[in-house]
């Protein structure tokens, strides 16, 4: 079974990090793709970040593009969101799962991210 658990997330201020981390299961994970999610309170969920099966590819949505950097381990199984220059417009719950139109319906529960003074 497909199981993605996403963990990091917390309280910061404006200008501030995180690092985000989603440990994956259940799935040939080095052989895949794997992207970033978030979605605030009355927003539809939205692509963050997606990063290619060996990581030697990123791309970006151009609200974060330049803020956020999205790595990968693959022998630990584990996709990474490093965010710097945190904004208030950046609180969200935020997930991991393959980018679209891949997406897996087994989603985990995400990690709050809130960026307020």
């Known amino acids: 079974q497909v199981q993605l658990v996403e963990s990091g997330g917390g309280l910061v201020q404006p200008g501030g990090s995180l690092r985000l981390s989603c440990a994956a299961s259940?799935?040939?994970?080095?052989?895949?793709?794997m992207a970033w999610y978030r979605q605030a309170p009355g927003k539809e969920r939205e692509l963050v970040a997606a990063?290619?099966?060996?990581?030697?590819?990123?791309s970006y949505a151009d609200s974060v593009k330049g803020r956020f950097t999205v790595s990968r381990d693959n022998v630990k199984k584990t996709v990474y969101l490093q965010m710097n220059s945190l904004k208030p417009e950046d609180t969200a719950v935020y997930y991991c799962?393959?980018?679209?139109?891949?997406?897996?319906?087994?989603w985990g529960q995400g990690t709050q991210v809130t960026v307020s003074s």
């Open positions: 799962n393959r980018p679209p139109p891949y997406e897996v319906g087994s």
């Open positions: 259940g799935f040939t994970f080095s052989s895949v793709a």
């Open positions: 990063i290619t099966s060996a990581g030697g590819s990123t």
